[in-house]
C-alpha cells in the first residue's frame, strides 16, 4: 500500500533561525520598531501575523507581513540549513509513496527552501496551521506527520493519523507527548526507522 506521508518545515526539515533572524532584523531596521529578533525565532511554529503582532500595532501587521514575505527569500533562504537526517527522512518517506510538506509558512518561500537545500519531496502545501494542517492531511489521505511544535501533534490527533515529534523545536518532549504524539524523537535520524518499522 502506497503511504502519504507528512512533514512540518521550519525546525523539523530546516533550521530556518538564521535566515528569519535577519529578516526580522531587517524589518527592525527599515521600521525603526525594536523586535527582539532572538524571542522571535525561539518561539516559530506559529503563523507570521501571531509573531508581527507581538511588535507592531494590529494595524499595521498586514503591511509589515507584506513587507517580510517581499524581503524573505533573497535575505533568509540561503542562511538557512538542512536539519540533520532531513533528506533521509524524506527519502524513506518517498521509498514508501509520498513525502508532502505541510507549512505554516508561505508556499513559495517554502519551496524555495527545499529546493536551495536540494530536500526531496512530492508536494508542498502552506499557510496551513493547526486545524488546516489537519484538513490537508485527510485531504491528502496522509497516516503520518511528523513535527516539532504541539500544534503538529494537534494537527495528526485531529487529522487522526500518526503523530512522530522531533525535539528540535520550541517544545519539550513532554509537551509533545501530552499533545498527543505516538512518538517523541530527538531527531530526523530516528523519524527513518520509525517510518520505515510502521
Known sequence: MT????????????????????VYEELSRQTGVFIDAELAVS???????WELGHWFPTETV???FTRYRAMYAEI???????MPGAAEALAAARDLGRAIVITAKNGPNAVHHLEHLRLPHDAV??????EQKAEVLMHEDADTYVGDHVHDMDAAR????????????PCSAEELGEAGAAHVVEGL????????DA
Open 189 to 196: 535520524a530516528s523519524v527513518s526507522s520509525l517510518l520505515r
Open 125 to 130: 502545501i502552506g499557510d496551513a496551521w493547526r
Open 43 to 49: 518561539r516559530l511554529g506559529p503563523p507570521l501575523t
Open 62 to 64: 498586514p503591511e509589515m
Open 158 to 169: 485531529i487529522a487522526g493519523v500518526v503523530g512522530i515529534a522531533v525535539t528540535t523545536g
Open 76 to 82: 533568509a533562504v540561503p542562511k538557512v540549513i538542512a
Open 3 to 22: 503511504r502519504t506521508i507528512g512533514f512540518d518545515l521550519d525546525m523539523t526539515l530546516i533550521d530556518s533561525r538564521p535566515g528569519i533572524r535577519a
